[in-house]
């Protein structure tokens, strides 16, 4: 039995796939989002090191809680870095019945080579993913994260193909994501889809300041505002996450 890189772990999550879901924070990323408001999980080797089982019976141990929507969430730091662990883990999960939900970045995805087929598997037991689109430009993508996006929209595609139910996550953020012709072209990529169940706004915001300021790291971001009520309102008019699911049942 392997162990994995654990940032953290949150017992009651509602804000991360459906009903109330045990959320486990792997540690490892190889973006360096502006925003990013957890650069404590960058570094793999940070993490504390647990199995597969201890974290499901934790888990286990709150799924009266879980309701029938209920389950486990995979978030980070990005997930996929520990692609092998997250399927051990996945797999004790399905033995169990549980709900398997990650919420990814899709940074590290790629056809090439061996990983994709073990993506496959890790597939064949996840039942919702949470992707977010940092931003559609690979241009921007790069300035914003570090990385372009490249590899990313090929994710989202590949998903689409086998049929993956994925909920979209888009950060808005002023001057840098928050620009109408960016949100009309994001739109139309998500208008190309035909996996998507939601689509949701994440308005910026700078409660990671602390955490930088504590590690000695400079916020990038430390003079940007988060976006008003109207932008973030326009931005979702622009996505189609203001009446997503009549807006997807007219475009698909």
């Given at each position: 039995?392997?162990?994995?890189?654990?940032?953290s772990?949150e017992?009651?999550?509602?804000?991360?796939?459906?009903?109330?879901?045990?959320?486990?924070?792997l540690?490892?990323?190889?973006?360096?989002?502006?925003?990013?408001?957890?650069?404590?999980?960058?570094?793999?080797?940070?993490?504390?090191?647990?199995?597969?089982e201890?974290?499901i019976?934790s888990?286990?141990?709150?799924?009266s809680?879980?309701?029938?929507?209920?389950?486990?969430?995979?978030s980070?730091?990005?997930?996929?870095?520990?692609?092998d662990?997250l399927?051990?883990?996945?797999?004790?999960?399905k033995?169990?019945?549980?709900?398997?939900?990650?919420?990814?970045?899709?940074?590290?995805?790629?056809?090439?080579?061996?990983?994709?087929?073990?993506?496959?598997?890790?597939?064949?037991?996840?039942?919702?993913?949470?992707?977010?689109?940092?931003?559609?430009?690979?241009e921007?993508?790069?300035?914003?994260?570090?990385?372009?996006n490249?590899?990313?929209?090929?994710?989202?595609?590949y998903?689409?193909?086998?049929?993956?139910?994925i909920?979209?996550?888009?950060?808005?953020?002023?001057?840098?994501?928050?620009?109408?012709?960016?949100?009309?072209?994001?739109?139309?990529?998500?208008?190309?889809?035909?996996?998507?169940q939601?689509?949701?706004?994440?308005?910026?915001?700078?409660?990671g300041?602390?955490?930088?300021?504590?590690?000695?790291?400079?916020?990038?971001?430390?003079?940007?505002?988060?976006?008003?009520?109207?932008?973030?309102?326009?931005?979702?008019?622009?996505?189609?996450?203001?009446?997503?699911?009549?807006?997807?049942?007219?475009?698909?």
């Amino acid at each position: 039995m392997s162990q994995g890189y654990i940032h953290s772990v949150e017992s009651f999550g509602a804000v991360d796939g459906p009903g109330v879901r045990f959320i486990i924070f792997l540690a490892g990323c190889p973006l360096r989002c502006k925003f990013c408001h957890n650069p404590d999980t960058w570094d793999i080797k940070k993490g504390t090191l647990q199995s597969a089982e201890e974290l499901i019976s934790s888990a286990l141990s709150c799924r009266s809680y879980w309701g029938a929507e209920g389950g486990i969430t995979v978030s980070g730091g990005e997930p996929l870095v520990q692609i092998d662990f997250l399927i051990e883990l996945f797999e004790l999960a399905k033995k169990h019945g549980v709900n398997t939900c990650i919420d990814t970045a899709g940074a590290p995805f790629t056809k090439e080579g061996p990983w994709l087929e073990k993506f496959k598997r890790l597939m064949e037991l996840t039942d919702l993913l949470l992707m977010d689109i940092k931003h559609i430009n690979n241009e921007e993508h790069v300035s914003l994260t570090g990385k372009g996006n490249g590899n990313i929209i090929e994710m989202f595609r590949y998903l689409d193909e086998i049929n993956k139910p994925i909920w979209i996550r888009h950060v808005l953020v002023p001057g840098i994501s928050d620009n109408d012709a960016y949100l009309k072209q994001t739109g139309e990529f998500i208008k190309t889809l035909h996996n998507v169940q939601r689509v949701e706004i994440l308005p910026y915001h700078t409660l990671g300041v602390a955490k930088y300021q504590s590690m000695g790291l400079d916020y990038p971001l430390k003079d940007v505002q988060s976006p008003t009520a109207e932008r973030i309102e326009n931005a979702r008019k622009l996505l189609g996450c203001a009446d997503y699911e009549g807006w997807k049942k007219a475009v698909l």
